[in-house]
């Protein structure tokens, strides 16, 4: 399967680690820089909208427990925040590396399209609507059909995110992508998709395994589109 394949990659080529750990920094800094941020805005003041009143042993009780319950909270949330933080800059912090797996894999990978900074900006806050929305129907969904929502939610996020640098080089967006991908499966699309979905939920594990979840991702688009750019 081209995730196993894509992780099996990443992990025996020591040439592609650089480009793996960079990206992997620059979504965890920002992560906890907005722990930090969150936490600094908002736990003070939980005891005061809680009712109580500042000064006396209750409000530093509050406090303490307050403090806790965010930090608990916020690494509960690891994943599913990381990811719609990766989410912003999968097509372009991960490009070096999708192209590195391409040149790998046979080499003649096609040119990039050069999109423009409001292009891609443009594709970076659809795909986090995207994600945001599916996330919310998986919550919905979650109180009647348990964790099959949120599974069914993770896999397109998944393929989509994963397989996003290597659209976005042959010219396409989150909504070209969505029509190649989503209108023309095949059994290896949909096994890839539900085990990137799997993996991404685990809490850790999919962030660590997200480098290899794109080699497979760009396995995956130019194994389905070939090397050359895609078709208008």
């Given amino acids: 399967m081209d995730a196993l394949h894509g992780i099996w990659l990443v992990a025996r080529t020591p040439r592609l680690w650089p480009l793996c750990f960079g990206p992997l920094l620059v ?36 406090g303490g427990l307050a ?25 372009v912090v ?7 797996v391409e040149n790998l ?9 050069r999109l423009g900074c409001g292009t891609l900006a443009g594709d970076s806050l659809s795909r986090l609507l995207l994600s945001g929305f599916l996330g919310v129907l998986a919550l919905l969904g979650g109180f009647v059909l348990g964790p099959i929502p949120g599974l069914l939610a993770a896999a397109v996020v998944g393929l989509l995110d994963y397989t996003s640098p290597a659209y976005l080089r042959r010219g396409m967006t989150l909504g070209p992508q ?22 991404s939920l685990l809490p ?22 070939g090397g050359g750019p895609l078709a208008p």
Avoid: K, M
């Avoid at 906890?32 to 003041?45: F, H, K, Q, T």
């Avoid at 909270?73 to 800059?89: E, I, K, Q, Y």
């Fill in 27 to 62: 979504a965890l800094t920002v992560y906890v820089l907005l722990g930090v941020a969150g936490g600094l805005v908002i736990v003070p003041r939980l005891p005061g909208w809680l009712g109580i009143t500042p000064g006396g042993r209750e409000w530093w009780l509050a």
């Fill in 67 to 91: 403090t806790v319950a965010f930090v608990v909270l916020w690494l509960f949330l690891f994943s599913f925040v990381f990811r719609l933080l990766a989410g912003l800059f999968f097509g």
């Fill in 94 to 100: 991960w490009d070096r590396l999708s192209l590195a």
């Fill in 105 to 113: 894999s046979g080499g003649n990978a096609p040119p990039d399209a």
């Fill in 178 to 199: 969505w029509a190649r991908l989503l209108r023309r499966t095949d059994r290896a699309t949909v096994g890839f998709a539900f085990l990137a979905g799997l993996l």
């Fill in 204 to 225: 850790l594990v999919g962030v660590l395994l997200t480098p290899g979840l794109i080699a497979g991702g760009t396995l995956l688009a130019r194994r389905r589109e």
